[in-house]
């Protein structure tokens, strides 16, 4: 059933259609956090952008990702932008929406507190609102990742060039050969579980406050709330 | 302690016809927070407290202060200067903040958000950590151990200390504190209340106080302003005062029935002299001891640890005829007060506890002596005086089953 030697004559070719992945997944998730991220505090500033600007991007959401690789071809041909421009809109909706929610979380005697004691403004939004915000950014970081993962497979649909891991699905499917298909998938569900593991990793070193620590705070109930809000 | 010497003063805040007005529209007067033409002068070094029913405008008017909301008009002086003159984050730096949750930074370390306004005033690194480590030993949070600690790791208690710590590390001669001890249990309160007491006396701050309170109010305040809905303020005087010649039906109604237990708040244990127990230290000889607490009328031996603190009391049989005295000999305890409990909250803690005596400590927890329900009542007496705000009916009833109960509790042993 599986061609393990096929597999073994391959492994050259994983490697690389590997980076490719990452690097499709990583421009994609790094443009379209910059992106939100200025969305996101137009809409934290100024609310009534934020049911439009969500709007949009959940519009953008709903459109099947195989159409819209289709749709771009006709006008920026078959070009790294036109891989990249479907991942970027899918993680819009996915990221405003935790970074405004992150920044909806932060307690509002915090707030008051800092206002309080003489924080301006913009000083406040980077030095309290962010840090607190954070849990919930990176969870949305982390579902983004994930999807976007998932989808680096589909832009295997504008041609060998791109698709990362789903160049070899697409070609598995074309010629029948289940082995060269698993050879896509397998590789691509772990990516997405590896790289899952290593944000929460990066989120516990962000957040030390949000975690318990020692045996000194069990049970205390600011910090199982702290720890519920992740 | 050398946060006095910091070079802190005390400013005058005086409060000009301020009125505050929500809606710009359709202007309401009965909205809650609103304020209407509020003057009054408070004395620098001296804790005011705003005290009313909730929507009263009591915090409304605290928060014009440090311009959190600004007043619709009249002007608010802090030492004869405008505060809408002045740069408002200047103005805030310039006054500490206490609010009820807190609002300690989660993703800062104590140390670090006890520095918030030296941080922001851009002290050198190093003078900010020693400041704030002054100020932690201030409010008796060990530097060593609680520095590096973040919110979450600590009790409603310490959090509460921490917010009190944060607004004094600039040194503000000016402190706005809304309800800042009302998120922790009657105990902690009277404790937190007991310390914040200390301190003041130590660095003499303006202080605007808000609670609902009226008991915190007459214990806290050298003067008392009694809000009613509306943002007017019915009465401002010392609390003595407000207790013995309410000046309309409502501070007397708000005031409450048992003015007479009230004025027991106006009391400090500090007022009564105390009287002594008879002491042992753990490790002392059990024969010695013995034939002291058998010679005095008070059946009970108070047993010290090697600091002086209270462990509890030994009943004189159970006091053993040879060998050292020892922890495990404790029968029971009592509950501990400071010099600064009210002779309220005194008496409230000896008949929760049904004790006859309370064990006085300083805030080193070390033994000073015994308040007794007798000497509280006897104090009571010597100070009586007939009320001159005429009571209604009902709560003429309420007075004499107060009454009733004090005295019951009081023959009982």
């Known amino acids: 059933m599986i061609d393990w030697g096929w597999m073994g004559d391959h492994v050259d070719e994983l490697a690389s259609r590997l980076v490719q992945h990452l690097y499709l997944a990583l421009i994609a998730l790094t443009v379209g956090f910059v992106i939100s991220f200025g969305l996101a505090i137009l809409a934290v500033r100024r609310r009534r952008l934020y049911p439009p600007v969500t709007a949009v991007a959940g519009i953008l959401y709903t459109i099947p990702s195989l159409a819209m690789f289709a749709a771009l071809v006709p006008i920026t041909g078959l070009s790294l932008l036109t891989a990249e421009v479907p991942l970027i809109l899918y993680t819009l909706l996915i990221f405003v929406r935790n970074i405004v929610a992150g920044f ?53 649909a504008i041609g ?66 702290a720890v519920a809000s992740v | 302690m050398t946060a006095t010497e910091a070079g802190g003063h005390a400013a005058t805040v005086e409060f000009d016809h301020v009125t505050k007005v929500y809606g710009a529209q359709a202007p309401k007067r009965g909205t809650p927070g609103a304020v209407n033409d509020l003057s009054l002068t408070v004395a620098a070094g001296r804790i005011c407290v705003l005290v009313g029913p909730s929507g009263c405008g009591k915090t409304t008017s605290l928060k014009m202060v440090n311009r959190l909301i600004e007043p619709t008009s009249g002007r608010i002086l802090l030492d004869g200067v405008d505060a809408a003159t002045r740069d408002v984050t200047d103005l805030r730096r310039g006054i500490g903040y206490v609010i009820q949750q807190t609002g300690l930074f989660p993703h800062q370390t104590i140390g670090d958000n006890v520095a918030t306004v030296p941080r922001l005033l851009g002290w050198p690194k190093q003078r900010q950590r020693e400041r704030s480590e002054e100020l932690l030993a201030l409010i008796g949070l060990e530097p060593t151990t609680y520095a590096g600690r973040y919110p979450a790791q600590l009790s409603g208690g310490e ?135 058998r010679a005095d009328p008070f059946q009970y031996l108070l047993l010290l640890d090697a600091s002086h603190r209270p462990i509890g009391w030994i009943d004189q049989n159970h006091v053993p005829a040879s060998g050292p005295l020892h922890a495990d000999l404790v029968d029971s305890t009592s509950p501990l007060l400071d010099r600064r409990t009210t002779l309220k909250d005194a008496l409230s803690m000896l008949l929760d506890d049904l004790v006859q005596a309370g064990v006085v400590v300083d805030h080193q927890g070390a033994y000073r002596g015994l308040v007794t329900i007798e000497a509280v009542m006897a104090r009571m007496r010597d100070t009586a005086v007939e009320p001159e705000f005429p009571a209604t009916a009902p709560e003429v009833d309420d007075q004499a089953v107060a009454a009733t109960s004090a005295t019951s509790t009081a023959s009982r042993p």
Do not use: C
Not at chain 1, 135 to 153: D, E, H, N, Q
Not at chain 2, 169 to 177: C, E, G, S
């Open chain 2, 159 to 293: 959090r509460q200390r921490v917010g009190v710590a944060r607004a004094l590390a600039a040194d503000p001669p000016i402190m706005l504190m809304d309800e800042p001890f009302g998120a922790v249990d009657p105990i902690v309160r009277e404790h937190l209340q007991n310390e914040f007491l200390r301190i003041q006396e130590q660095l003499a701050r303006t202080i605007l106080f808000v609670t609902h309170d009226i008991d915190e109010a007459i214990k806290m305040g050298d003067v008392v302003a009694v809000f009613r809905g509306g943002g007017v303020v019915e009465q401002f005087g010392p609390p003595a005062e407000i207790l013995a010649a309410p000046a309309s039906e409502f501070v007397a109604r708000f005031v409450g029935a048992d003015r007479g237990l009230k004025r027991l708040s106006l009391m400090r244990v500090n007022d009564l002299s105390l009287e002594p127990a008879v002491t042992a230290h753990v490790g002392d000889d059990g024969a010695e001891a013995r034939r002291r607490v």
């Open chain 1, 160 to 225: 060998d060039r791109f698709g990362g891991l789903g160049f070899f699905i697409f070609e598995g499917y074309r010629r029948g050969f289940p082995t060269e298909i698993l050879f896509g998938a397998v590789p691509a569900m772990v990516l997405a579980v590896v790289v899952d593991l290593v944000l929460v990793a990066v989120q516990r070193r962000a957040t030390p406050w949000s975690q318990p620590v020692g045996a000194a705070v069990q049970g205390d109930s600011v910090t199982s709330r």
């Open chain 1, 104 to 156: 909806d979380a932060v307690p509002a005697e915090v707030i008051e507190a800092a206002d309080g004691m003489g924080y301006p403004r913009g000083l406040r939004m980077w030095r309290v609102e962010l840090p607190l915000a954070v849990p919930l950014i990176v969870a949305g970081v982390r579902v983004a990742s994930v999807s976007t993962i998932g989808l680096v497979t589909v832009s295997g």
